[in-house]
């Protein structure tokens, strides 16, 4: 069983209540979703600052919190230090990470979120963070994420997939408020 997310729970159901808290704060989730989506599944801090679009301060100290809790690890690259426009510290899950996002069913949507992040528009700077050399994630955690891309059922992916995401651009229904306040 893993580990409790405090010394001082009392009680199985209070462990799942920590966990859950934990895992639904905004912040935290969208960088566990932005990293499940990513190809590599690591993530530098610029990446998640145009995804999560957050400061990167905000998104620090909640990548502080969930490396506290031994969900995230910092991955570093060391053949990209000292490069310029090379990002060298990567963020990515670990082992104990995975077992807490599959006992919550988080990874049932990698394929969704790989389908979301491939069809997001990048700019010139995130594209070429995406394509910086990674380091290796573990191999229990490299596994648990793989999926074959072939083999999702592609009537699944249909509505999320069919048309290009701006990570920024307001959808139809947001669009269409601001035309009856205008």
């Known amino acids: 069983m893993s580990e409790t997310p405090s010394a001082t729970s009392a009680s199985p159901f209070e462990a799942q209540r920590e966990i859950h ?3 639904s704060q905004e912040t935290r989730h969208h960088i566990l979703q932005a990293i499940l989506g990513h190809p590599t599944h690591l993530m ?7 995804y999560i679009q957050k400061s990167e301060s905000a998104i620090l100290d909640q990548l502080d919190v969930l490396s506290d809790r031994d969900f995230i690890a910092t991955y570093v690259a060391e053949e990209n230090e000292g490069k310029r426009d090379q990002p060298s510290k990567f ?15 988080y990874l049932r949507g990698v394929p969704v979120l790989r389908a979301i992040h491939d069809n ?7 594209q070429r ?16 994420l793989e999926f074959d891309e072939e083999a999702v059922d592609a009537d699944e992916l249909e509505g999320i997939a069919s048309e290009t995401i701006f990570a ?6 947001e669009a269409g408020a601001f035309d009856d306040i205008l």
């Open 21 to 23: 808290e934990l895992l």
């Open 44 to 50: 530098s801090l610029t990446e998640l600052g145009y």
């Open 91 to 105: 963020y990515g899950l670990t082992e104990r990470g995975i077992e807490v996002l599959d006992e919550f069913k």
């Open 120 to 126: 997001t528009v990048k700019p010139e700077r995130i």
């Open 129 to 144: 963070h995406e394509d910086a050399s990674r380091p290796e994630l573990p191999d229990v955690v490299a596994t648990t």
């Open 168 to 173: 920024d651009k307001a959808t139809a229904e």
